[in-house]
């Protein structure tokens, strides 16, 4: 099964209220990935997991928090969520190496009002 | 640093046609090169994948993508589409010490019958 799972499909949330996003996956990969995805521009990694240890992108360091309390799942928290987080949010999973596939969930659609 | 840039954001051709869509990326070290596609209200897949050796791979359904390191590209190719083959098609390089994706805007494929 190379299913990654992502819940919500569909969130809606208030100006500056915290929005938490989940993922899943029973693959046992090393590597969990977010993407934020806007219209007509390119995926965009937010932050990784390898294992237990978070890496977080230099331009959405503080914007951006994660949690993986076990090897199957990891979360997206966002603290205060602006209109500008308004996107479309993928997880993926690998095995971590830079020839890995990376297996995509079906995203999470934020809207932020 | 790395970046990807699909010039073409959309294509439409005829089905049975054959189909090219172009991408160009820059790496500062040997790129790891990849192809997914996204089909409607579904995770990315990865189609294809190249490091080395011959500069033709063959992907999914048909698919194949040329490696040209001297153009610094990567085109995507099949002989004949078929209607099913409509989707967004992203070109993604990975390189450096880690197995990071840099993605492009992606194409938007519709096979018209």
């Known amino acids: 099964d190379t299913t990654v799972k992502q819940n919500p499909r569909y969130k809606l949330a208030r100006v500056g209220k915290p929005v938490n996003l989940i993922c899943s996956q029973t693959?046992?990969?090393?590597?969990m990935y977010w993407y934020q995805k806007k219209p007509n521009q390119a995926p965009k990694l937010l932050l990784f997991?390898?294992?237990?240890?978070?890496?977080r992108e230099a331009d959405t360091f503080e914007k951006f928090q994660s949690s993986r309390p076990n090897n199957s799942f990891c979360s997206l928290y966002i603290g205060s969520a602006g209109l500008e987080y308004s996107a479309m949010y993928l997880c993926?999973?690998?095995?971590?190496?830079?020839?890995?596939?990376?297996?995509f969930g079906p995203g999470t659609r934020l809207l932020v009002l | 640093a790395q970046s990807v840039t699909q010039p073409d954001a959309r294509v439409t051709v005829s089905e049975g046609a054959s189909l090219q869509l172009r991408c160009k990326y820059s790496?500062?070290?040997?790129?790891?090169l990849f192809w997914y596609v996204q089909y409607p209200r579904q995770g990315l897949q990865l189609l294809l994948k190249?490091?080395?050796?011959?500069?033709v791979v063959q992907g999914v359904n048909g698919f194949e993508a040329e490696f040209s390191k001297s153009n610094s590209s990567f085109h995507l190719r099949k002989a004949s589409v078929h209607w099913s083959d409509s989707a967004v098609y992203f070109c993604?390089?990975?390189?450096?010490?880690?197995?990071?994706?840099?993605f492009g805007k992606g194409t938007k494929l519709s096979v018209k019958s």
């Open positions: 993926a999973s690998s095995r971590g190496g830079r020839l890995d596939t990376q297996y």
């Open positions: 693959m046992n990969h090393d590597t």
């Open positions: 997991y390898y294992d237990k240890i978070l890496n």
């Open positions: 790496s500062s070290v040997t790129p790891y």
């Open positions: 190249y490091y080395s050796g011959d500069p």
């Open positions: 993604a390089v990975s390189g450096g010490s880690n197995a990071k994706l840099t």
